[in-house]
T-cell receptor
Framework: SQTIHQWPATLVQPVGSPLSLECTVEGTSNPNLYWYRQAAGRGLQLLFYSVGIGQISSEVPQNLSASRPQDRQFILSSKKLLLSDSGFYLC???????????FGSGTQLSVL | AQSVTQLGSHVSVSEGALVLLRCNYSSSVPPYLFWYVQYPNQGLQLLLKYTSAATLVKGINGFEAEFKKSETSFHLTKPSAHMSDAAEYFCAVSDLGTDKLIFGTGTRLQVFP
């Protein structure tokens, strides 16, 4: 069966420090991969999505970047965190376009 | 561009009462529509999905939603609320041929005994 792993579960980082959140999927090949951020009162905002290795689409101009070095690995990064980067980050995958998303358990990021 | 609007960021009902969570969509073509539920400190789970088949869609945990093109709505309902239904609910839309879901801002459902 397919599973998705996202870590860490919680992270507290100072302003200006780097960030690396990792997401891996098991049990499927060539999934679509997504990073979402959930901020209070703003729902889920799509940050990045990828339909294949090295293929990244950015939805919102921001301080973050994403990479897909392997088929089932999706990494969210920042060189210097801002206070506004705080939020709940969710990784997700789907098999086909318009199919349902399977979500990871999320990372609560607090930038202080 | 497609979008969804969820009316009411908070909804409170008594246990056993009807649950109605509202969602209106904007899409230039017939959309795919989804409802997801998020329990505290967890990721999201799919409740149900509309893909242009039957307009009344039944999901898990007794929830259902009706697609009404004339009203551009996809409201989520449950006849009788349980305490375990307390969670945040997200409506989402995608257009045929796109690779992404656009989510609404969410509605937090509280259920009182």
């Amino acid at each position: 069966s397919q599973t998705i792993h996202q870590w860490p579960a919680t992270l507290v980082q100072p302003v200006g420090s780097p960030l690396s959140l990792e997401c891996t999927v098991e049990g499927t090949s060539n999934p679509n991969l997504y990073w979402y951020r959930q901020a209070a009162g703003r729902g889920l905002q799509l940050l990045f999505y990828s339909v294949g290795i090295g293929q990244i689409s950015s939805e919102v101009p921001q301080n973050l970047s994403a990479s897909r070095p392997q088929d089932r690995q999706f990494i969210l990064s920042s060189k210097k965190l801002l206070l506004s980067d705080s939020g709940f980050y969710l990784c997700a995958w789907s098999v086909w376009t318009n199919e349902k998303l399977f979500f990871g358990s999320g990372t609560q990021l607090s930038v202080l | 561009a497609q979008s969804v609007t969820q009316l009411g960021s908070h909804v409170s009902v008594s246990e056993g009462a009807l649950v109605l969570l509202r969602c209106n969509y904007s899409s230039s073509v017939p959309p795919y529509l989804f409802w997801y539920v998020q329990y505290p400190n967890q990721g999201l789970q799919l409740l149900l999905k509309y893909t242009s088949a039957a307009t009344l869609v039944k999901g898990i945990n007794g929830f259902e939603a009706e697609f009404k093109k004339s009203e551009t709505s996809f409201h989520l309902t449950k006849p009788s609320a349980h305490m375990s239904d307390a969670a945040e609910y997200f409506c989402a839309v995608s257009d045929l041929g796109t690779d992404k879901l656009i989510f609404g801002t969410g509605t937090r459902l509280q259920v009182f005994p």
